[in-house]
């Protein structure tokens, strides 16, 4: 049975970005509210208000800018796939097909630190784009609902990993 294909969102960026975090692709939730981690139960807002001094309940544009602010691009992996759901274990593997991270990185020459918000997010990465050598990369747990990770652990490991210099 094949299933709806799905487009993800297009990325949070500015000129001043210098970390790329990069999920998988946007759930349900988030397609339907067409804003990043819009799922309440997804850790993701939660972690980076608290690293950055944001509130995390502030009105979607706010925390954009917040990040933004920080240094901080936030994407996909997937530009397009086919999933029943929002588990990364749902999607079809041959439906994905990857955002143009070659342009991407291009018109983004200061990001030096890629994050993967999950290990499915680094997994299909790593089968899916060409990989560019000067860059950073480290896999963070997944904010998802479905990570049963403590939260403090969560964001002991990301406060870590993006506060770091490199």
Not at 47 to 60: C, H, K, N, R
Not at 66 to 94: F, M, Q, T, Y
Not at 111 to 136: Q, W
Request: net charge positive.
């Amino acid at each position: 049975m094949s299933s709806e294909l799905l487009h993800g969102l297009p990325p949070i960026v500015d000129d001043g970005a210098n970390a790329l975090i990069l999920g998988n692709m946007p759930s349900v939730i988030s397609l339907g509210a067409q804003q990043y981690y819009a799922n309440p139960r997804n850790s993701f807002w939660r972690i980076t208000a608290e690293i950055f001094g944001f509130d995390a309940s502030a009105p979607y544009a706010v925390r954009i800018a917040a990040l933004k602010a920080n240094g901080i691009a936030v994407w996909d992996v997937l530009r397009s796939c086919r999933r029943v759901g929002s588990l990364d274990s749902a999607v079809e593997p041959d439906s994905m097909v990857a955002n143009d991270f070659g342009q991407f990185f291009e018109s983004q020459p200061h990001i030096t630190r890629v994050f993967f918000n999950g290990a499915a997010a680094e997994k299909n990465f790593s089968r899916l784009v060409r990989v560019s050598p000067d860059l950073a990369y480290r896999r963070l747990p997944s904010t998802s609902p479905a990570q049963t990770m403590r939260y403090a652990d969560k964001l002991g490991v990301w406060r870590a990993a993006i506060t770091a210099r490199q």
